[in-house]
């Protein structure tokens, strides 16, 4: 009898899967009757692989264990053809280590713990690499973002979730500046949260929940914030549907959810623009190729829309090499060949020759910046939308 | 106790908390969510607390005498977190404690884990306390008081528990 139900299940026929979500901690086997009834029919339908996706599955006690392993090792006794994975996540931090020893005991049931390698850029940018290009960047945006924020709807006192934070820059000072009444930091690099973490105690901030997860599946309660940030990181993952739909999630009603992103071929500069724009124009198609869309700032509106949010601002601001030290931006782009016509124009394949000529134009955009005659400049997009009371 | 720092402690009369269920996921959840704040991943270190702390509970609440009161504690001594748990208890109670403190102290912890684990029927009473001594390596100690009483005793390190 699950008057109760503090968990849900769906199977999803076409890749059989099925999920469980929530919290599972009964004091009887019999409290979830209907739970192993949904699971042993969608095991009794399956041929060769089925799923059982716990990645949203925040708590499990031993009763609820011991019910759904006996249930599976049944069936995989029974029936040869029958692979069984269990899908878990890292961010539970408990739920690999409990599921393991199903693996462990009975062959054809694996474990996989699925937050390796799940989105396209991973492995640019959760490497070290990219940690000097965030910081870069953060000092520069925020001198235009400080001013915009309040237009979007930030209120000193206001409780604030940066989520994909990398290394929290972005945090320290919107604590600073805003004195959030609470504010969680969440990424899925645990070194840029290391850093992070590093950061903040060298400005003496220990009010920051620096928090460890993944953006897709957010282990945070519905309705919590009243200002939901997600900075520079719609424009990495290939479905920012899906991440958006849960920063609306998390976010109160009436409250606002906040993006920035880029429109890289936009980036531009003088003298040598050409060379310059010709370069951009291939960082877009570089990051397409893997998946990713860094031209995504123009499309912010649409994609708020579709996620329900009401009331939608959108800006535009153009950080330049005049706004401040124009070392500054230099080093930005000197970060940016790094990465760009380094490990990824590498991984695509791209001869030297081009490597050569894509190089020239982050050159051709530093000299713009340290030119004192010069322009170079970086566009955002900065959006917000409320999610409706 | 040097270096301890008591940081939390609930307590209620014991046919209060086992008059429901869900007072065993309620108490974990709260004081896990309370004594995270400070750890470098507050909502990792409650996960993995709170998972610790309910099975705890729900052994309480399966065995613990009849009148007075439970009590959790949580204190700190640098990375670890010491759980204390205080409960009235009878003799059919002091019994399971005491079968259970020697099943601790067994050679083959992880192979009993497992083993309960996948125990056909009811299962084994003692399936808790292994998994939280082998799965979170805790330093589990359980102390009879004054015949009436028992505390049980967890000391876990949670931090960077997880790779
Ligand atoms: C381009 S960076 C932007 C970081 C930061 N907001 C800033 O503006 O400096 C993208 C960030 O998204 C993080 N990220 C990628 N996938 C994630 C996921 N599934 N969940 C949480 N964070 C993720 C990366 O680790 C990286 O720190």
């Not at chain 2, 404690?97 to 309960?116: C, F, I, V």
């Amino acid at each position: 009898m699950s008057v109760d139900p503090t968990y849900s299940v769906t199977f999803n026929e076409n890749n059989q899967e099925f999920s469980i979500a929530g919290k599972l901690r009964p004091q009887n086997a019999s409290d979830i009757k209907p739970l192993e009834a949904a699971l042993s029919k969608a095991l009794a339908g399956v041929r060769g692989t089925f799923y059982l996706n716990v990645k949203r599955l925040a708590r499990i006690n031993n009763v609820a264990f011991r019910v759904i392993a006996s249930l599976m090792a049944q069936m995989v006794e029974k029936r040869v053809d029958l692979k069984i994975e269990v899908v878990t996540s890292s961010v539970l931090g408990w739920s690999t280590r409990k599921f393991l020893p199903l693996a462990q005991r009975i062959p054809n049931i694996k474990v996989v713990e699925y937050d390796k390698e799940f989105y396209p850029g991973q492995s640019f940018l959760e490497e070290g690499g990219f940690i000097p290009i965030l910081r870069n960047q953060t000092r520069m945006t925020w001198r235009h973002e400080r001013n915009l924020l309040p237009r979007h709807g930030l209120t000193p006192g206001a409780s604030i979730a940066d989520i994909c934070c990398g290394i929290g820059d972005f945090a320290v000072l919107a604590h600073k500046e805003f004195k959030p009444s609470r504010l969680l930091a969440l990424d899925h690099s645990r070194t840029s949260l290391d850093y992070a973490r590093k950061v903040a105690a060298e400005f003496g901030v220990t009010d920051i929940e620096y928090v460890y997860g993944d953006a897709a599946e957010l282990m945070i309660d519905d309705n919590s914030f009243d200002f939901v940030t997600c900075r520079h990181s719609l424009q990495v993952f290939d479905r920012p549907e899906l991440i958006l739909r849960e920063l609306y999630r998390i976010c109160k009603p009436g409250g606002r959810v906040y993006i920035t992103n880029e429109k890289n071929s936009h980036c531009l500069g003088e003298p040598r623009g050409e060379s310059i724009q010709w370069t951009y124009n291939e960082v877009a198609k570089l990051w397409a190729h893997f998946n990713m869309d860094i031209e995504f700032g123009p499309k912010s509106g649409r994609y708020m829309m579709d996620a329900g949010f009401d009331d939608i601002r959108i800006d535009t601001f153009m950080v330049t090499n005049r706004d401040g030290d124009p070392q500054d931006f230099a080093d930005m782009i000197q970060a940016w060949e790094n990465v760009y016509a380094g490990q990824m124009s590498r991984d695509r394949g791209d001869t030297p020759e081009f490597i050569a000529k894509f190089r020239q134009g982050f050159q051709d955009h530093i000299h713009a910046a340290l030119n004192p005659k010069g322009y170079a400049g970086w566009p955002i997009w900065a959006a917000s939308g409320r999610k409706p009371s | 106790m040097s270096g301890m720092k008591p940081l939390l402690e609930v307590s209620m009369g014991i046919d209060a908390f086992s008059s429901a269920w869900a007072h065993c996921d309620r108490i974990s959840s709260y004081v896990a969510r309370m004594v995270s704040h400070n750890r470098a991943d507050p909502l990792l270190y409650a996960n993995l607390l709170s998972s610790a702390l309910n099975e705890l509970l729900e052994i309480a609440f399966a065995h613990h005498g009849p009148d007075g009161d439970i009590s959790c504690r949580v204190s700190r001594s640098g990375a670890s977190d010491i759980i204390e748990l205080s409960l009235p208890c009878d003799d059919a109670a002091l019994g399971f404690y005491t079968g259970a403190a020697e099943q601790l102290k067994r050679a083959d912890l992880a192979e009993a884990y497992q083993s309960a684990l996948f125990s056909p029927g009811a299962g084994d009473p003692h399936l808790g306390l292994l998994e939280i001594a082998v799965d979170y390596k805790a330093r589990i100690s359980i102390l009879p008081e004054g015949g009436k009483r028992v505390l049980v005793a967890a000391t876990v390190e949670l931090e960077g528990a997880v790779s």
